[in-house]
């Protein structure tokens, strides 16, 4: 089973500031997907990211794919309180007879306060 | 409603009992997973289905079952609970294709104590 390391594990910020959190594998993904999850709740897809070098934006949020498709980064611009919560990074990693399954990496849980 | 239902939301039981955790989707989702989510070691997989009768083993399957008889259910039971198994659950669904490479939509989770 391939590994995805997330760094950091543990975020926590100011209003207004800038931050990154990177994906990392020795493996060669086909795609990767970023998720958030807010306590109590499960993770929600934010992005999928197919092609290497691929860099895709959604408000404030922009994500991009490695070159070689082994890592990813999510770099939050101006953080507010809303963006709060636990990022996942996940790519197709488990197979068998009922086919493929996504892994996750243990995730990066981001505060930011007002 | 559409969506994915994972019932109950909470749960404490007794080590040796057996107990069920129930999950429902509304989309006819050909792919169903369980995830168990524990501090310090993420989202794991437990089990997972392609289609009705169609199910196989992720990561941490031990002390696990499941069956699928119908596209919109998926049950996943303890056989004999252990405190080792107290974590938080998640149910998810998906399409599946060849070209296009689907997101997951999780349930809200199941928390379970054992004790």
């Known amino acids: 089973t391939q590994l995805l390391e997330q760094s950091p594990q543990f975020l926590s910020i100011q209003e207004g500031e800038n931050l990154t959190v990177y994906c990392n594998s020795s493996s060669v993904f086909s795609s990767l997907q970023w998720y958030r999850q807010e306590p109590g709740e499960g993770p929600v897809l934010l992005v999928t990211v197919v092609t290497g070098g691929e860099v895709k934006k959604l408000k404030r949020l922009t994500f991009q794919f490695g070159d070689a498709r082994k890592d990813s980064s999510l770099h939050i611009t101006a953080a507010q309180p809303g963006d709060t919560g636990l990022y996942l990074c996940?790519?197709?990693?488990?197979?068998?007879?009922?086919?493929?399954?996504?892994?996750f990496g243990k995730g990066t849980t981001l505060s930011v306060s007002s | 409603d559409a969506g994915i239902t994972q019932s109950p939301r909470y749960k404490i039981t007794e080590t040796g009992r057996q107990v069920t955790l129930m999950c429902h989707q509304t989309?006819?989702?050909?792919?169903m997973f369980w995830y168990r989510q524990d501090l310090g070691h993420g989202l794991r997989l437990i089990y997972y289905s392609a289609a009705a009768d169609i199910t196989d083993k992720g990561e941490v399957p031990d002390g696990y079952v499941v069956s699928r008889s119908k596209t919109e259910n998926f049950p996943l039971t303890l056989e004999s609970a252990t405190r080792s198994q107290t974590s938080v659950y998640f149910c998810?669904?998906?399409?599946?294709?060849?070209?296009?490479?689907?997101?997951?939509?999780f349930g809200s989770g199941t928390r379970l104590t054992v004790v």
């Open positions: 998810a669904s998906s399409e599946s294709s060849r070209t296009v490479n689907y997101g997951y939509t």
């Open positions: 989309w006819s989702h050909s792919y």
């Open positions: 996940a790519a197709k990693g488990w197979s068998n007879q009922a086919g493929t399954a996504l892994i």
